[in-house]
């Protein structure tokens, strides 16, 4: 169990009391600075702080990814990383995975191939396969199930999932060239 | 029946209609939500499966600066159960599981929620506790000493002294008679142990609880907003109307947030809170712990059958390790009476049906309830008998299915409104080239590789398991423009509802899909009643419901256009948003010239605003007789099959499925990509249960694994290559355009099937779930060191 700011059992943030620390980042585009409890992990600190409740905590020990989101490129489970730890970070979150109303190809593919039921790991499932399609335009069905292993997911059965993730790599490879 | 190609939106595969907030990470869940005042709640739980409580000493707790109530068991005595209230809504005096909650803190913050916990003193006697079914049924120790005051109402018979919560039966014909007469006789002892729903969302709620009034606002991740009211109104002794329960977004339910769970300890906080708002949160370890799960269950069967196949006789215990509480488990107890002996015609049958207190973490409805769980026993037990007869266990199958013309074991007569189970089971069989079960020469040959090949087959069947009145409603309105915003009671957690009722309305209609709106988020103060969501009974019960709603509406139409027209009603029809004259096409009138009542050119109005209402109940149904489990239990069955071509490695007992294709009679398929989504999100689901999942208690009554490291659910990596979905179209004579309900149903067989394939890769029959690889690889140990 992750216990950075969390006293045993706890699920919601909670403040340390600390001497407040200074946190600069860059989340979806825009610039935060922030004084902040050092104990704070980043998933709290996204939804207290930033008030971005699209990422969501679905265990808080790093099992589920619920709360994944993208660090300088790599997917994190926000419930694992202190806030402390994203200074200077690039984050990037649901929130910013689509611009000026506009939806994203791999979101457009999520609808189309109905990648989603509840909707409670999408935004995590999203961010890893937006990291996935980053470092591999072309991933093969195996490559895409290794890709989003670490999100759970109750409701889809995961191969609308991967349906999803495959056409869009394949229209991203065509139209974004 | 029309044609499928009539349709304008039934059948197509449409977006769901919540799907662009989902990707946007904009719905708002309960997780999310934040009011102004509001108080954070933790609860300490009982670290013993039974102990009396001494004394609690709440003193340091209370003087920490932030808390701001503290209540315990000896605060409230207000009971409460879903269908025998057998339950406090806090322990007092004694606790009869490991999770129970013994005292509850509200305060400004969860820290100091959580640090006055830390500072409640509670003095236990741990006592010997109720820990297995043999304990159950011995009654030595009963979980509940005044069980003898439980009222079953007639459809649950809570047996006295006992731990048994309801005994129900089936008795029909003379079973025993029959297996003295039966070519052979199989008997088998099998057992699935509980598992939990894991909804990504843990269960949550927010109570705003007036202490000058009755007043109770509730805000919470459940299924059935309804049912939570009607249950805490009867509770506290309040009018429903005084209790309002909001549902917003809900992530994940799969019946484990059905009924009432974390309302009425919340309420009674914010009671004490002076009426500010009070949120509690499960963590995931509560999820497990506190919060119900599927029951374990323990089965002994014994099959009476003919040489050439046909079953005569059938005599089950289904013994149910039920927890604690009764909650929804006496339901899932009494289901098995009339649906455990599978889609089958048998004519003598007795089935016992025993829903048992023990001290463990209750249980709960988990999709399909009671079915996979039946079914896993049912459908391993058919293929066993066909492995005994020297029979394809297609073909013994087929001998017994349920036909029109033929009774259900409670007496209902299957019509071809029913649908057809042989076609589900016929569609999977081709599907996976079955061929038989694989000589002995042939499994010794892939025995050498190390890897072994099966294939297997499962059929099941499920109706509605609900009151014999339930109801639901649906209030539509027109505005201006023509659009329609629909208000249902029911719950969209992502099974689709809301998009079935706006394709639904707009083909009554005969409007652009666009047009419709269903409105998000049930609240029982504005929308119209729905008994709970669950049980696939929305499709069909809320698909009519909303048919009629429709109907209703274009009935106000017409009425006003027939007076503008100056024509009978029946004179006029309806087609793409506008009322016709059938003789006069050129006479027509869009809805949005009457949705607020017809204006005519001089400025005069007549008409008015148009509303429409629609209710379904499930009339005819019966409770069924106590002593033969014989009435109409079912609104409307709905048939499937599974095939699975899978493959075993020997020395890991590792699973590898290459396909497992899943069909079921649907009668009508509404929205083709929701269905699917339906099946395979299933059939994983039952994977869970098939070869993962399963609660690890310890000797003390403790649960091992409450977290998801040491409880795995199925991950992307664990699913088939494979998973095909076969859609069969018998309609349904009641269902909207035919259709039947199918939500739970893809997880039901997915045990049996995987099990089956077992036998036909290594010659093993298995008779306990989990199929882990540990399991099996010990199973293929002990076979082997046999021979
Ligand atoms: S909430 Fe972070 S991994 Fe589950
Ligand atoms: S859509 Fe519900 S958990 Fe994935």
Known sequence: ??????????????????????????????????????????????????????????????????????????????????????????????????????????????????????????????????????????????????????????????????????????????ELR | MMDKKEFRHIGKPLDRVDALEKVTGKPIYVHDMELPGMLYAKVLHSPYARAKIKSIDTSAAEVLSGVKAILTGKDTSHKIGLYLVDKRIIARDITRYQGEVVAAVAAVDEATAERAISLIKVEYEELPAVLTIDDALEGEILVHEDI?????????????????????????????????????????????????????????????????????????????????????????????????????????????????????????????????????????????????????????????????????????????????????GANVGRTAIYSGAGPYEIPNVEIHSRTLYTNKVFSTAYRGFGHLETHWIIERQMDIIAQKLGMDPYDFRMKNVLKPGKRTISGEIITESTGSPSDCLKAVVEEIDWAGYQSDEERNRQLKTGKVRGKGFALLHKAPSMPTNTATSVIMQMDGDGKVKVLIGAIDMGQGANTVVAQIVAEVLDIPIEDVEVVWGADTDKHPYDWQTVASKFTLMGGNAVIRAANDMLGQMKEVAAQVFRCNVDKLRHKDSHIYHVHHMDKSLPYSKLARGYVYEDGSAIGGIVIGRGSYIADGLTNLDPETGQGLPALSWTYGAHGVDLEVDVETGDIHIFKIASAFDVGRVINRKLIDGQIKGGVVQGLGSAIFEGYIFNEDGQVMNPSFTDYKIPTAMDIPDEMVSIFIENPEFDGPFGARGVAEHPMISVPSVIGNALYDALGINFYELPLSPENVALTIVNNTQKY
């Open chain 1, 1 to 174: 169990m992750c216990n950075h700011n969390r006293k045993k059992d706890c699920f919601e943030y909670v403040d340390s009391q600390l001497p407040r620390v200074p946190l600069e980042l860059v989340v979806n585009g825009e610039k935060v600075y922030e004084l902040i409890d050092p104990t704070m992990t980043l998933l709290d600190f996204l939804r207290n702080n930033l008030k971005l409740f699209g990422t969501k905590e679905g265990c808080g020990e790093g099992e589920c990814g619920a709360c994944t989101v993208i660090m300088n490129n790599k997917t994190v489970n926000s419930c694992l990383v202190l806030a402390v730890e994203a200074q200077e970070a690039d984050i990037l979150t649901i929130e910013g995975l689509s611009k000026g109303g506009e939806l994203s190809i791999l979101q457009q593919e999520f609808i189309k191939h109905d990648a989603l039921q509840c909707g409670f790991c999408t935004p995590g499932m999203l961010m890893s396969a937006r990291a996935l399609l980053d470092r591999n335009p072309d991933p093969t069905v195996e490559k895409i199930k290794e890709g989003i292993s670490g999100n759970f997911c109750r409701c889809t059965g995961y191969q609308s999932v991967i349906d999803a993730v495959l056409s869009a790599a394949k229209r991203e490879r065509e």
């Open chain 2, 148 to 328: 003898n005051e439980l009222d079953g109402g007639g459809v649950f018979f809570p047996q006295k002294d006992s731990n048994i919560a309801s005994w129900n039966k089936t008795i029909v014909g003379d079973v025993e008679k029959a297996f003295e007469e039966a070519d052979l006789v199989v008997e088998s002892k099998m057992y699935l142990p509980a598992a939990a729903h894991t909804p990504l969302e843990t269960h949550v709620a927010i109570a705003e609880a007036d202490p000058y009034s009755d007043k109770i606002k509730i805000w919470t991740s459940a299924q059935s907003p309804f049912a939570v009211r009607q249950l805490m109104a009867k509770s506290f002794g309040i009018s429903e109307a005084a209790i309002q329960v909001i549902v917003p977004s809900i992530g994940g339910g799969f019946g484990g947030k059905a009924g009432v769970h974390l309302e009425p300890l919340i309420t009674l906080l914010s009671k004490a809170c002076n009426g500010r708002p009070v949120k509690l949160k499960a963590t995931r370890r509560e999820e497990f712990n506190q919060l119900p799960t599927r029951a374990a269950m323990r089965s002994r069967i014994k099959t009476g059958v003919m040489k050439d196949g046909k079953i005569t006789a059938l005599k089950v215990y289904y013994d149910w390790d039920s927890g604690a509480y009764a909650d929804y």
